[in-house]
């Protein structure tokens, strides 16, 4: 196999990520990984098996597709969550696997008990409740239906958890919203109480929530950027930072992203660089190609705007992004050569490049555009040698 780039994961940080956040939460917590487009960008069948060797054994998904992925690769006595869509024709599939799964319509809650009649099995169902996300979820007047096709399906259905999810979490700007959803779902729980129906769970912490309101830790909670080493933003951050009086951030990146050297040439002053007339050396100019472009996930916003590491130094992306290469310029690096090791995101010598650093740079957030790498770059394990590259 020959590829253009590929992503280092590293199993240390990971662990070190995980056993950090578990120390902020009661033992007595699950804690669910939440593993949706494709583990955000580090890859779903690559990074499982490092989640399960750190003590992991509950993983959120968005999609019926990510589950079936995690399923094919998690240990026996692992299990998956779906937060998002199942679509009808496969409950049958989902209830039969013993998978558990959000229902927040009623056409969902109906066709899930027709489904588990026909599997005569219970199906592992979690309640969402809009409590002011105004998303999904089921609103407070149609709680009593909802009330009553459970207890007329007592024996069809198994509520795995009662769940709700906040409106920005990590945004302290709307602290007054995330307060009133906090009490809304507390309220309702008891209404789900008062009908008889308790839950094994009461789930409603992502990342933002965990740092900035302990008060929503329950039974779950719904782990995702964080464990990967990313703050939800900094602002949470920089908060959680002060609070504690930490001088060192107690999350690590798990991931790199690297390429190499194509080719290095010199170019005059005075000189347009790649397409366009968007870049004009200045000087006598040694320029370098990279063959990762907008194709690869390298976003073409960061044209004449993203820096890379080479040789221990931080240089600029001249020129437009191409869809399948950039141009760098090295004149300040000394003996640069073919097959340099180039550092998209991560660390070479003391220098860094982090994905905030992208965010920076092209108004995006940490989330985006961990997603936005495609799948298809090969993932290896940082004590493993990287794979065969194009040369």
């Not at 098996?49 to 094919?72: K, T, W, Y």
């Not at 809650?109 to 998303?135: D, F, Y």
């Not at 000087?283 to 370098?288: D, E, L, N, Q, T």
């Not at 993932?379 to 194009?390: C, G, I, S, T, Y």
Request: aromatic share 8%; charged share 25%; net charge negative.
């Amino acid at each position: 196999m020959l590829h253009t780039s590929y992503i280092e994961l590293d199993g240390a940080a990971l662990n070190a990520n995980i056993k950090f956040l578990k120390s902020l939460l009661p033992a007595s917590t699950t804690f669910s990984m939440v593993v949706k487009a494709n583990a955000y960008g580090h890859g779903i069948e690559d990074l499982l098996p490092m989640i399960e060797d750190c003590g992991v054994n509950h993983f959120s998904v968005f999609s019926l597709a990510e589950a079936m992925r995690v399923q094919e690769c998690m240990r026996e006595n692992s299990d998956v969550m779906i937060l998002g869509f199942v679509d009808d024709d496969y409950l049958d599939w989902v209830i039969d696997k013993g998978l558990s799964f959000y229902v927040f319509t009623l056409e969902r809650l109906q066709a899930t008990v027709e489904a588990a009649k026909r599997a005569r099995r219970p199906a592992r169902i979690h309640i969402e409740l809009e409590t002011g996300m105004h998303r999904t979820g089921f609103c407070e007047d149609q709680l009593p239906r909802v009330w009553q096709l459970i207890q007329d399906n007592q024996q069809h259905l198994q509520i795995e958890g009662l769940c709700t999810h906040y409106a920005g979490a990590e945004d302290f700007a709307v602290r007054d919203r995330i307060k009133e959803q906090v009490a809304t779902f507390k309220r309702l729980c008891d209404a789900f109480e008062d009908h008889g129906i308790n839950p094994r769970y009461k789930h409603t912490a992502c990342s933002g929530a965990l740092f900035n309101y302990p008060e929503t830790i329950m039974d779950m909670v719904r782990i995702g950027i964080a464990c990967y080493g990313f703050w939800p933003n900094q602002e949470t951050r920089m908060s959680y930072l002060r609070e504690h009086r930490l001088t060192e951030d107690p999350l690590k990146r798990i991931l790199s992203w690297k390429s190499k050297i194509l080719s290095v040439n010199r170019v005059p002053e005075g000189k347009y660089v790649s397409y366009g007339k968007s870049y004009l050396t200045t000087r006598p100019s040694k320029i370098a190609t990279v063959p990762v472009g907008y194709g690869y996930g390298f976003s073409r916003d960061l044209s004449n705007n993203g820096h890379v590491l080479v040789g221990g130094q931080r240089v600029p992306v001249i020129g437009f992004v191409n869809m399948n290469m950039v141009v760098i310029d090295v004149t300040e690096v000394e003996e640069v050569k073919v097959n340099d090791e180039v550092v998209l995101i991560g660390q070479q010598g003391d220098k860094t490049m982090t994905v905030s650093s992208f965010s920076d740079m092209n108004n995006s957030m940490n989330y985006e555009l961990l997603t936005r790498l495609p799948g298809h770059i090969p993932k290896v394990a940082k004590r493993q040698p990287a794979p065969a590259m194009m040369g």
